[in-house]
């Protein structure tokens, strides 16, 4: 369906004004304000007729500004490098809304998360708690402007198991578990070594980030909350962050600071990669494969160190630009590195991949169907090993990106060795970035001097991390942001996981788990709990 | 020939291992590699320190904070919390914060954590309200020219005086 | 003489698998390109376990009960062997391999007891390899022993033979390794999806017990290979027990450095994988034979 982009938006145009919608074009975002009542309509058409991407949902308390919440539903054209923000005002004193479930499946965890923290009923569709703990006040929803951030309701603990025991075998894996390094539950029910079914309990470890932005930050202080949602690849968010808010105060940052932020994104690309592939030859038992992979890492580590100060957690981001510069001896020690690197993961990647255990446990297992893909809206590396070919860093061009050509891996396979040949490919491909970009990098300031930050305006932008598509969403405020919503990319991934992980063999469930490479606490983000105690499900003597 | 060099192929790993040695290193025997550019601990110089607060207003975690008492304004620096991400020295206007390249900061009594550096306030000469520190007061008077006149007074003071002198001057005495 | 001998075998293999463990780990973490633990490590790691509180299960004791029987027949076991590479008579060999069905089934059993879906599942996989390898190892150690000696007799070099030993062999090799439980048949304790299957419920005192016994599992396979090899070359002298146990020490290095290479397999592949390997390899071993009886 190529179109002229200008011939696509008048289409979205006359859509939006066939069911009463109105709409405003701001650069390369259409914001459409419709009637609840069209919202399932407007929603089925963009997604199932116009193959929008779905990103997430977002509920905004604006009874301070206006008087209503409001849901907005974030779609991209990624054809056309569309961003569509479609929202709906709901009334104050009995929030409720049509879900657009049944047309868009991927919503379901957005729309409970605004059920649970903002108090917005949706109908069509089941409901039930997904991010509050159990035994959490009724009434009180957490991102309601009335609310304090450092609202602490008395909590019990309680048990995980998500249902009885049936006659089945149940292998929990989790809250805390030797192989995966975030709490979270999944409940696998086998029958001798087979998987027949999963439920999925997560959201153990909100840190009420987003609320913490809102009420008791700055608008530069948010960066280095944003760069710690995730310990991986917390460059992505801090630097999603800071575009959505210069996006939405329209500002002009220097070339060479685009330059040097998506330099640093490439660089901490590799390292997750490096990172995910030593991981995954460790769940396979590969013990000297994860060895070696990181130790290669070590050299992509110290650069990243080099270049930001730090080996993590770079911290070189603030809105209008970034705080290091790169100079000519640094350019010539990347150079060198990513030179060293490339020969020595190129030699590492060959031995490893052809361990015949790795090759036959990573080959048909966990596999994911393209139409399942689609439907979930999962994101990154396990969208294009099922063949959906999506990548925000060419779709939605941002920093510098629309400066560098490189492929786009796609594979049709949708198992495990498809999703580890994308992060292998992408490596190489990361690696021919930063040298395209360390060669053209442009002279001049790093940071943009003085600015304002308009009240009231919004900036939605994604940010292709490792893991897949980030999404932030931010609504400007006084000082700080008014809404700050943050979509890490494991959020669209986890569901797709109960489709990966039927019929599979048990012993692959946690390569299979982990091929996503799973960001739990990124996809957790948002709430103050309290320590939820002891856990009666850890002490499984009593057993099945 | 194909099948067998691929059925070796994982031997290859032995060669790559023997030619690359051992590369973690006896920690704390043998120093860690840190590269020139490392973000440590800060430091604060205590002589150069005027208690502004630029400080206290930039740190994302609250790691500096300021902790008032009736006359003292003590700034405190808490290692626990800080995210070594030196934006202290970059607003700090008199250049007081330095950054370290130290990491080792783990401790057995959690008040090592803290360091402080204390600060006298000034006192209003007209409400005995206090105000900003000392030190502070003296860096203003040395950037921009303000009457003795004002300086030693709370900012509420300051007004009061300030509309009581426009008024003496308008309309020749203090509107009640 | 030889009792004297014999206690000091005994010893050694009683003392010996916590220090060759050491030496793989250092072997391993050289590998690996790290510094790794100590040699004296693994005995440092028992000791501190036997130091810890032991949470009991219901079970406990049929558990103790069983390790119990499997050290037992474990040291009768080598003793067995021991005698056979000094004496080279068959029947102490038999009587080794017999001890050692007995300590292999006590040692797999015990897991089974423990009430616990991951040290079930565990104890299941531990069952299905032991099934198929302990049958393997034990057919092809006895073949081995009486071909080898077949072909020392026969005087006039006769090639069926000699591929007849080579196939058997490599079945004593592979079955042997896979008995030892290192990667890729260390499926029964694999810790991503089982959280250490196996040994998840033990703690303290049993913990080390069952790990120690592991290692003397290990500890036997290696030196059963290894006494097969020697004691029809050597008999009737110290030194054969003394080659034995550098063969003993060289054989668990060689399974030390292979186990690096690999991964963990699955326990719907490795039993197929295995049982195809072994059909495959007897069954050329018994044509060569049949060829050089009969052609």
């Known amino acids: ?544 | 020939m194909n099948f067998i060099r691929k059925a070796v192929k994982p031997a290859e790993l032995l060669i790559i291992a023997g030619k690359t040695k051992r590369v973690t290193v006896k920690y704390p025997f043998e120093k860690p590699i840190l590269s020139p550019e490392f973000r440590g601990s800060i430091e604060i110089n205590h002589e150069k320190c005027i208690g502004c607060g630029a400080c206290v207003n930039a740190c994302p975690p609250n790691a500096l904070e300021f902790v008032e008492s009736s006359d003292k304004r003590t700034l405190r620096y808490n290692i626990g919390r800080c995210i070594f991400c030196w934006r202290c020295i970059d607003v700090c206007p008199v250049n007081a914060i330095t950054g370290t390249r130290n990491f080792e900061l783990a401790t057995n009594d959690p008040l090592d954590l803290y360091s402080y550096i204390v600060h006298s306030k000034t006192k209003c000469t007209s409400c005995s309200k206090t105000g900003e520190t000392v030190k502070m007061r003296k860096y203003i008077m040395q950037r921009s020219p303000v009457t003795e006149n004002y300086i030693n007074n709370c900012p509420d003071c300051r007004r009061e005086k300030f509309i009581n002198a426009l008024s003496v001057r308008k309309v020749g005495f203090v509107a009640k | 003489m030889l009792l004297v001998y014999l206690t000091l075998g005994l010893i050694i293999g009683v003392i010996s698998p916590v220090f060759f463990d050491g030496i793989e780990r250092k072997l391993k973490a050289y590998l690996q390109s790290r510094i790794g633990p100590p040699i004296t490590q693994t005995l440092y790691d028992l000791l501190k376990l036997i130091n810890k509180e032991v949470k009991p299960i219901h079970t406990t004791p049929f558990i103790v009960l069983y390790l119990l029987s499997f050290i037992s027949s474990t040291l009768a076991s080598i003793l067995m062997v021991e005698i056979y590479v000094y004496t080279g008579e068959s029947l102490y060999i038999t009587l080794g391999l017999s001890l050692l069905a007995i300590s292999l089934t006590s040692l797999t059993i015990a897991p089974l007891l423990v009430p616990n879906p991951f040290s079930y599942a565990g104890g299941m996989r531990e069952v299905v390899l032991a099934l198929i390898n302990e049958s393997a190892f034990i057919v092809s150690v006895t073949m081995y022993i009486s071909l080898i000696n077949n072909l020392l007799q026969t005087e006039a070099l006769s090639i069926p033979l000699v591929l007849s030993v080579i196939t058997i062999t490599i079945t004593m090799f592979v079955s042997g390794y896979a008995l030892t439980g290192r990667a890729p048949f260390d499926i029964a304790e694999a810790e991503p999806e089982l959280a250490s299957g196996i040994l998840v419920e033990f703690s303290g005192k049993l913990l080390a017990a069952y790990l120690y016994c592991n290692l003397l599992k290990r500890f036997l396979i290696t030196l059963i290979t290894a006494g097969v090899i020697t004691a029809p070359l050597i008999k009737h002298s110290v030194f054969s027990l003394a080659t034995t146990f550098v063969l003993t020490v060289l054989l668990w290095i060689v399974f030390a450095v292979i186990s690096v290479t690999l991964g963990r397999s699955r326990v719907d592949l490795a039993p197929k994988t295995l049982a195809k390997t072994y059909i495959l390899f007897i069954s050329l071993s018994i044509t060569g034979l049949l060829v050089h009886a009969y052609g």
């Not at chain 1, 938006?9 to 419709?34: C, F, M, P, R, W």
């Not at chain 1, 301070?64 to 929202?87: A, H, Q, W």
């Not at chain 1, 930063?434 to 994604?462: A, T």
């Not at chain 1, 012993?507 to 709430?527: E, N, Q, V, Y």
């Open chain 1, 1 to 544: 369906m190529l179109m002229d982009r200008n011939h696509i938006i008048q289409e979205y145009i006359s859509l939006a004004k066939s069911l009463n919608g109105n709409v405003t074009i701001d650069n390369d975002t259409l914001h459409i304000i419709i009637p609840k009542e069209s919202l399932v309509e407007i929603a089925d058409k963009l997604f199932n007729k116009y193959q929008c991407d779905f990103r997430t949902c977002i509920g905004v308390d604006e009874r301070p500004v206006n008087g209503y919440f409001s849901m907005t539903y974030v779609f991209t054209d990624n054809r056309n490098s569309l961003y569509l923000l479609i929202k709906t005002y709901i009334d104050s004193l009995n929030p409720s809304t049509p879900s657009i479930m049944k047309v868009v499946p991927a919503v379901d965890w957005c729309e409970m998360e605004a059920r649970d923290l903002l108090g917005i009923e949706f109908t069509d569709r089941e409901q039930y708690k997904l991010v509050l703990p159990p035994g959490w006040p009724d009434n009180v929803y957490p991102l309601r402007k009335e609310v304090p951030y450092n609202y602490r309701p008395l909590l019990r603990g309680t048990s995980e198991k998500i249902s009885p025991s049936t006659e089945l075998g149940v292998i929990p894996i989790g809250p805390y578990h030797p192989a995966l390094h975030e709490p979270e539950y999944f409940e696998l029910y086998v029958e001798g070594e087979r998987v027949i079914d999963v439920k999925y309990r997560g959201f153990h470890v909100h840190r009420g980030i987003e609320k913490l932005a809102e009420t008791r930050m700055t608008y530069q202080q948010v960066n280095f909350l944003a760069e710690r949602i995730c310990g991986i690849c917390g460059f992505e968010h801090s630097t999603c962050y800071a575009l959505a808010v210069e996006k939405a105060a329209k500002l002009d940052v220097p070339e060479r600071a685009q330059y040097i932020r998506s330099i640093i994104l490439e660089v901490e690309r590799i390292h997750s990669h490096l990172l995910w592939l030593g991981v995954a030859f460790h769940v396979v038992g590969y013990d000297a494969g994860f060895m070696h992979m990181w130790r290669i890492r070590e050299k992509i580590m110290y650069l990243a160190e080099l270049l930001t100060g730090s080996r993590k957690t770079y911290g070189i981001n603030l809105i209008g630009g970034v705080r290091k510069d790169i100079n000519e001896d640094k350019k010539q020690k990347t150079l060198e590195t990513l030179r060293e690197l490339e020969k020595e993961f190129r030699e590492l990647i060959e031995i490893a991949i052809n361990v015949p255990q790795v090759k036959k446990r990573l080959s048909g297992t966990g596999l994911l169907p393209k139409e399942d893909a689609v439907k979930f809206s999962v994101e990154g590396p396990v969208a294009r090993a099922s063949g959906v070919n999506k990548d925000a860093r060419r779709d939605q061009p941002y920093a510098a990106y629309k400066y560098t050509s490189f492929k786009v891996p796609v594979y049709t396979e949708g198992d495990n060795m498809a999703r580890a040949l994308v992060r292998i490919n992408e490596i190489f491909e990361s690696i021919s970035i930063i040298e395209q970009l360390l060669d053209k990098i442009p002279r001049g300031p790093i940071m943009l001097e003085d600015f304002d930050i308009p009240e009231g305006k919004i900036g939605v932008q994604v940010v292709e991390a490792p893991r897949g598509g980030d999404v932030h969403f931010v609504i400007t405020g006084h000082g700080k942001p008014y809404r700050w919503r943050v979509r890490a990319p494991t959020y669209n991934n986890i569901p797709a996981l109960k489709i990966m992980l039927k019929d599979q063999p048990l012993a692959d469930a946690p390569l299979t788990i982990a091929s996503i490479d799973p960001c739990f606490s990124c996809t957790d983000r948002i709430l103050v709990i309290r320590e939820n105690g002891k856990r009666e499900w850890l002490r499984i003597t009593t057993g099945v």
